[in-house]
C-alpha cells in the first residue's frame, strides 16, 4: 500500500465505523414511552372483581370489573360495612392493610369497586369490603363528588346494558401519609368502557378537595390517566384492546337508564 493510499485509508476508516454505528442504531423510543412502565403488581382475583396490588405501597393499582344494567336490576344483598384484611393477601403473606389503620384520620376508607355496583350478590358486596379495595378518601370526596361519579356509571350501566369498570388512585412520589405509613393519594381515575356497539370509552380524573357534581370538569384522555399512573392501561386490560373503540366527544353520547324502575 502506497503511502497516499494508507493516508485515505486511515482518514475514511473512521469515517466508515461512524456510519455503520449509526445504521445499527436502534429507533428512539416513541413519544410517551417514557411513562408507560411495568409497574409491578400481583392481580387479585375476588370472583366479581380483580385488583392489581401494589405490594411495597399496600394499595391497588387499579380496580377492573364488568357492570350490567341486568345485575343492577335486582337487590339480592345488604351493605353490612364488614371491612377486612384481604384474606388473600393474608394466605400469601404479603403485606396488607388493617381496617383500623384509618382510625382518627380523618378520612374514610374510600371504595374503589363500590359495595352498591354489587348489591345484586351478598357474596359480592361483602368482598368489596376487603381493604385492598380500599384508598383514602376525604369525606366530601368519598360521600359527595365520588359518589355522584358512581352512581353516574350506574345509570350508564343501566342504559348502555354491558360496561366495564377501572377505578383506581394516582400514585407518585412524596404523597402524605396515614400514620400507619399508608400513602394518602391525592387523586383517583375511573374509566368506563361501553361493550355494547358502537363501543366507546370515557375517562375522570377526580380530586381529593372535590365536592359536587364535577362531572364534565373532569374528563380526561385515557393517555393521560397513562401518564399520571405510569401504567399502560392500554396494554394490561384486554377492554381496552377493542380495535374500534371510540372516545365519546360528548357526554351526551351516552344512554342513561335506571334499573330500578
Request: include cysteine; charged fraction near 25%; proline fraction near 7%.
Amino acid at each position: 500500500m502506497t503511502m497516499k493510499n494508507k493516508i485515505a485509508f486511515f482518514i475514511l476508516f473512521p469515517i466508515l465505523l461512524l456510519i455503520s454505528a449509526c445504521a445499527t442504531k436502534p429507533p428512539a423510543p416513541l413519544l410517551g414511552a417514557q411513562y408507560l412502565t411495568s409497574i409491578p403488581s400481583i392481580i387479585l382475583d375476588h370472583k366479581y372483581f380483580k385488583i392489581a396490588y401494589d405490594q411495597e405501597k399496600r394499595l391497588a393499582r387499579y380496580v377492573v370489573y364488568q357492570l350490567t344494567a341486568e345485575h343492577l336490576s335486582n337487590k339480592g344483598a345488604d351493605r353490612k360495612n364488614k371491612f377486612k384484611a384481604d384474606p388473600i393477601l393474608k394466605e400469601k403473606n404479603i403485606p396488607y392493610v388493617l381496617p383500623s389503620e384509618y382510625s382518627r384520620s380523618n378520612f374514610d376508607r374510600g371504595h374503589l369497586a363500590p359495595s352498591a355496583d354489587f348489591a345484586w350478590n351478598q357474596e359480592a358486596n361483602d368482598l368489596t369490603f376487603v381493604m385492598s379495595n380500599m384508598a383514602p378518601q376525604s369525606a366530601n370526596l368519598n360521600r359527595d363528588a365520588w359518589k355522584r361519579l358512581e352512581e353516574q356509571v350506574r345509570k350508564w350501566a343501566c342504559g348502555e346494558k354491558v360496561v366495564s369498570v377501572i377505578s383506581g388512585p394516582i400514585l407518585r412520589a412524596g404523597l402524605p401519609r396515614l400514620k400507619s405509613g399508608l400513602e394518602i393519594p391525592q387523586e383517583f381515575f375511573k374509566i368506563v368502557i361501553d361493550e355494547t356497539p358502537p363501543v366507546k370509552m370515557i375517562s375522570f380524573i377526580y380530586r381529593q378537595s372535590d365536592r359536587g357534581d364535577v362531572l364534565a370538569q373532569r374528563m380526561i384522555p385515557i393517555s393521560k390517566i397513562e401518564e399520571r399512573t405510569g401504567i399502560a392501561l392500554h396494554l394490561e386490560l384486554p377492554q381496552m384492546k377493542t380495535q374500534n373503540l371510540r372516545l365519546p366527544a360528548s357526554l351526551n353520547e351516552w344512554k342513561e337508564a335506571d334499573c330500578r324502575n
